[in-house]
């Protein structure tokens, strides 16, 4: 029913008010069972880790998800549920911060979820108005088996400085 990654991070922990954040990785999970959600990315990708002991992020109770964060994740494919048990509609938050040194117009990206684009050309720092503030997303979609996250730079070549970010995703069905 609800499902929280913190993507980017090291470890699973809770948050304050004890909602499990797990990160997505091949295998078995120290804490989930055969839970298999592994992103792909664009050539120089990968995590980017921060210490939330060490790094401030405005506009949120759970630092430690905003300070670490997916960098040119191209997809990644989340099991929800399965065909079985039929469709339900899920709330979608995707969370985003940008990193420090980065510059409006820098990191505009696609994003769509299970097809369907839902945000098109965002800039996170143009939103978030500064580096190291979170922003949330929210969008409805109806899953029947798998959440897939497909992000597409928008902002010329795929160099480190101009990949998409992600730092989480929250998935709660809503009936």
């Known amino acids: 029913r609800h499902l929280n990654l913190d993507l980017g991070g090291t470890g699973e922990r809770r948050d304050n008010e004890g909602n499990l954040w797990i990160i997505p990785r091949k295998g078995q999970h120290q804490l989930l069972l055969q839970f298999d ?5 664009l ?5 980017v880790q ?19 964060c ?12 399965t065909p079985e048990l ?3 509609s899920y709330r979608i938050r995707v969370g985003f911060s940008a990193l420090p040194g980065d510059e ?3 990191r505009v990206f696609d994003m769509t979820l299970n097809g369907n684009k839902v945000l098109e050309g965002y800039d996170i720092l143009n939103e978030s108005g500064q580096s190291d ?3 949330w997303k929210e969008f409805v979609v109806e899953i029947e088996k798998d959440l897939t996250i497909e992000l597409s730079s928008r902002s010329g070549p795929s ?6 970010l992600i730092n989480a995703v929250q998935v709660h069905r809503i009936n």
């Open 37 to 41: 959600a592994v992103p792909t990315f």
């Open 43 to 47: 050539e120089g990708g990968g995590p």
């Open 50 to 68: 921060r210490s939330a002991n060490y790094t401030p992020i405005a506009n949120t109770k759970i630092p430690f998800v905003f300070a670490s």
């Open 70 to 81: 997916l960098r040119g994740m191209q997809n990644c494919v989340i099991p929800v549920t």
């Open 86 to 88: 039929g469709k339900f």
């Open 104 to 106: 409006p117009g820098q």
């Open 133 to 135: 503030r979170a922003v």
């Open 159 to 164: 160099d480190l400085s101009r990949m998409p």
